[in-house]
């Protein structure tokens, strides 16, 4: 078996035609999307209170807490997240659901008639059919992922959320975004609004100083992590605090230190939108992330693990903060080193990724991307793995890098390095 494409659904012979409308020149701007939301009504200006969440790393952690402690307590609930892994439907939820495929064919095909063949981009486009969506179903919440920094995202056309939250903030898109810390904090901070307050996650120096500066600006509140509000692990619990008192929970059921301060970011958003402690301790304890941190126990890949005795992990992280996780985590766990099975995109700094890895890994083993053309090949992440001191060769798929690990005796396996690869390993090798 091969990593390959799922069977098409209708909806995708539309999302094939969107991406044929992409601006030759891709350059970051709200001007397109807003004729279009004007031609459709607007429907960004009636949708449910919103969440607003940007930042570098955790922004789908903490929006999956921040959901599931919502619907734990019976409240319907949209969520625009961004990108899918195994199908696009997974990017939008209505009050609860995935949407279905019929609902978004209709959808799509309407922004794309009342688009009328205009230059816009994929990701614009199907942030207005998702404004469509939530528009037009009740719920007591929207939350809305950005896509790319903050700024100028299409989610930024929503003038007036409920509440804003910034997650960590590290080196990640430098060719949108910036090449310096500060300057890729001050995109992010672009989602501050007037007088709404903004929750702020653990931040380096230089990304807080960014953020604070440009709420001084625009007089956005701020809570900020460790001044407002903590989340700290002790003696196997959860313990959050902030000015109304101490909340003691179970630890976040997603896997990996970090997590812990996604979860308090989650339950300051909570605990800011008034909502009960009830619901605050429901977020790190029901929400559900695939792709980070994530054990494979089913499917065709996990199962020739299994039979040979061995672990196999997956994780979609592929920035220097994100390997620093991974190193935390998988140098927490005993015996075994990790057996690396790594694509990543052309786009991506290989070598402060795999830096904080060489450490806990025995070895790597470097793959394409499936059905991807943006994608570093093989030999030339090998060879960037081999410069931060990680024993690596290339390998021509992830089914004959499993193959090379077992026959090595390997015990742990983590497949990591893109969200792509992790859409595809969940799309066939996980099924």
Request: net charge negative.
């Amino acid at each position: 078996m091969t990593l390959r494409e799922a069977e098409t659904d209708p909806s995708d012979i539309i999302l094939e035609r969107l991406l044929a409308l992409h601006p030759k020149l891709m350059d970051l701007s709200l001007d397109r999307l807003d004729k279009l939301l004007a031609r459709l009504g607007h429907p960004e200006r009636t949708l449910p209170p919103v969440v607003h969440i940007a930042g570098t790393n955790g922004k789908g952690s903490t929006l999956a807490m921040i959901r599931a402690g919502m619907e734990a307590a019976g409240l319907a609930v949209h969520a625009y997240t961004s990108p899918h892994l195994a199908r696009f439907h997974e990017r939008i939820r209505l009050a609860g659901s995935l949407i279905d495929e019929d609902a978004l064919s209709v959808l799509l095909a309407e922004c794309e008639a009342v688009n009328e063949g205009d230059a816009i981009t994929f990701f614009e486009i199907t942030t207005a059919a998702a404004f469509l969506a939530f528009s037009r179903q009740p719920a007591d919440y929207c939350l809305l992922e950005v896509g790319l920094g903050g700024r100028l995202d299409a989610t930024n056309v929503v003038a007036d959320p409920a509440i804003c939250v910034i997650t960590p903030v590290s080196i990640d898109h430098q060719q949108f975004l910036g090449n310096t810390l500060g300057e890729i904090a001050g995109e992010k901070a672009g989602i501050l609004k007037p007088d709404v307050p903004c929750i702020v996650a653990p931040q380096q120096p230089e990304a807080m100083d960014v953020i604070e500066a440009q709420a001084d600006r625009v007089g956005a509140p701020l809570r900020i992590a460790g001044q407002d509000w903590t989340a700290t692990a002790e003696g196997g619990r959860l313990i959050f605090r902030d000015d109304t008192g101490l909340l003691d929970m179970t630890l976040p059921v997603l896997p990996g230190a970090h997590q812990i301060d996604n979860a308090g970011t989650a339950i300051a958003a909570l605990r800011m939108l008034g909502l009960s402690d009830e619901i605050a301790e429901q977020a790190p304890a029901k929400a559900s992330w695939p792709a980070r941190i994530q054990r494979l126990t089913k499917g065709s890949l996990a199962e020739r693990a299994a039979a040979a005795g061995a672990e196999l992990w997956l994780d979609g992280g592929h920035n220097a903060a994100a390997g620093v996780a991974l190193s935390d985590y998988f140098g927490r766990l005993p015996d075994a080193r990790t057996h690396m099975i790594c694509g990543m995109l052309d786009t991506k700094d290989a070598g402060g990724f795999l830096r904080p890895l060489a450490d806990i890994a025995a070895h790597l083993h470097a793959v394409p991307i499936p059905d991807s053309t943006a994608a570093i090949a093989p030999d030339d992440l090998a060879a960037a793995a081999r410069q931060v001191g990680l024993a690596a060769d290339s390998t021509p798929t992830v089914e004959a890098a499993l193959s090379a690990a077992l026959a090595g005796r390997s015990k742990r396996i983590l497949i990591c390095g893109s969200l792509y690869l992790a859409g595809a390993v969940l799309r066939e090798g996980a099924a």
